[in-house]
């Protein structure tokens, strides 16, 4: 028995004495700066914040802290690397939700592009607390994000936190393996304007938001500016969005204003986007259906006297303004009550549905702008 327990210790020394002995990987960083900003609409300061936001001192606290999150946008890069790590430096960082996962609030999400051309889903990782002052040792430690990779050349983007500011970003790879800047993979420019359904609440990945598998299945450029719970027709946002001069609008607005501010603002805000680009088409959707109202009559008429109010203002909106469109497909996230996390938003399943909904109706229209 001594010798039994004997055995047992020094086995479980020479395990500890390897461990230990075990090297930590050997990784080359570059700065995410020197390779490809994929969803950026505005030049800014800080590369990863969506608006300088100190340029407009109307912009409420709240309206400022979501422009200096990184969602909607990415890092395209090509490498022969058989590992890849992310190194981020955060500022603000905010648990959205008790629904929203680490990997969307401060984590990254790593498609690869597989050999019949399509963007593939690779990893979602995160460190498993969040970043904040007290953990920032912890924290500032790089995030494996795939080992065992091919050595074969590879297009990879990684998507960026959804409710996170970041001050710095690294892309590391395996010693000796080459990353390099490639040209932005998708096609134009399409600012993407809207809610938390925009911004990406309850997404179980950053790149698993509605803009981003309608920018991968169509190979377009949306870029997107979501507003969580502050995507109410603000005619400033209509300045700065069109001061971006992209190719064309698309905007998720109903979903946050009242009834009372649709009807005093839409104009407003058409007439600031076309104050600087007065031809590129704006494509307003319809609100998706919530399941909270399944058995709620209150929540219910509510819900519904928006999405009819929507649509009877819209039908004379469309008529008003030239280039001017209303996308209204019912049922966008099925019928089958299944994708809602939290009775508001859908979970990736659900956003996903709600990509194909409008997917089609949505390049009909920008076929008619030579935008393909």
Known sequence: MRKLLLALVCAAMTLSVSAQKKKAPKIDFVDATQLTMVGKLCETTNPYHRVEVEKYPDFTKREAQLLKMSSGLAIAFSTNATAIYVKAQYGNVIQWSQYAPLATTCGFNLFIKNDEGEWTWASSKAHKIVPNAKNKERTSKPITMYTGLSRDLKECIIYLPLYSEL????????????????????????????SSFTHGSCASGAGLTWPAFLSRSTGLHLCSFGMSGNSKLQPMIGEILGETKADAYICDAFSNPSVTQIGARIRPFIEAVRKSNPNAPIIFLNTIYREARNFSARYEKKEQSRIDYVENIMAAVVKEYKGVYFVNVPNQTGTDHITSADGVHPYSYGYHRWAQAIEKPILKILKKHKIK
Do not use: D
């Not at 001050?167 to 304007?193: M, Q």
């Open 167 to 194: 001050e710095g970003l690294e892309i590391g790879v395996n010693k000796g393996a080459t990353i390099e800047a490639i040209p932005v993979p998708f096609r134009h420019k399409i600012a993407v304007f809207g």
